[in-house]
T-cell receptor, first 110, second 113 residues
């Protein structure tokens, strides 16, 4: 079993839809949970991170962490075609090494 | 541009050749990381520097791989005797002191033919 599991999709939604992206993990030592966005042939771009359990909102993006279930989510409201990209969840513990999911390919259709 | 800079952006090499990639982190970022990403996968950790000290290396980093960060500034990643399985995107990231965020460069895409 991989430490971080993420459904690779692909996921296709109409413009304006609410998108839900999810990851599960097995390592209880993970404390920091990140979401990165990666456009084709580009490096990952950090969207947001949360520490421990709870919610965090940034504009149209909301990140949720449920440590009891070892489950994290990213919600995108009012999705736009420019949101079309691969979304990567990443996690780390007390060291600085990030463990990534496979990424979910999202397409938002106009 | 004050982001993480990686050179070259693309490299095509013949199997058995040595290649070297360079990463220039964001100014005053003391932590620097190398990751490898293959098609359809998330980035995988290779190694990590705090200033000039290499603090952790992944088991993925075989004896053919070596990374340096002289004087705690730029870093190089060298692959000796390249194999077709080394074909991937090599990503560098850096972090400032006391923060969680890691900022990635655009990567170097290596193709071994």
């Amino acid at each position: 079993q991989k430490e971080v599991e993420q459904d690779p999709g692909p996921l296709s939604v109409p413009e304006g839809a609410i998108v839900s992206l999810n990851c599960t993990y097995s390592n209880s030592a993970f404390q920091y949970f990140m979401w990165y966005r990666q456009y084709s042939r580009k490096g990952p771009e950090l969207l947001m991170y949360t520490y421990s359990s709870g919610n965090k909102e940034d504009g149209r993006f909301t990140a949720q962490v449920d440590k009891s279930s070892k489950y994290i989510s990213l919600f995108i409201r009012d999705s736009q075609p420019s949101d079309s990209a691969t979304y990567l969840c990443a996690m780390r513990g007390s060291n600085y090494k990030l463990t990534f999911g496979k990424g979910t390919l999202l397409t938002v259709n106009p | 541009d004050t982001g993480v800079s990686q050179n070259p952006r693309h490299k095509i090499t013949k199997r058995g050749q040595n290649v070297t990639f360079r990463c220039d982190p964001i100014s005053e970022h003391n932590r620097l990381y190398w990751y490898r990403q293959t098609l359809g996968q998330g980035p995988e950790f290779l190694t990590y520097f705090q200033n000039e000290a290499q603090l952790e290396k992944s088991r993925l980093l075989s004896d053919r791989f070596s990374a340096e960060r002289p004087k705690g500034s730029f870093s190089t990643l060298e692959i000796q005797r390249t194999e077709q399985g080394d074909s991937a995107m090599y990503l560098c990231a850096s972090s400032p002191p006391g923060t969680v965020e890691a900022f990635f460069g655009q990567g170097t895409r290596l193709t071994v033919v």
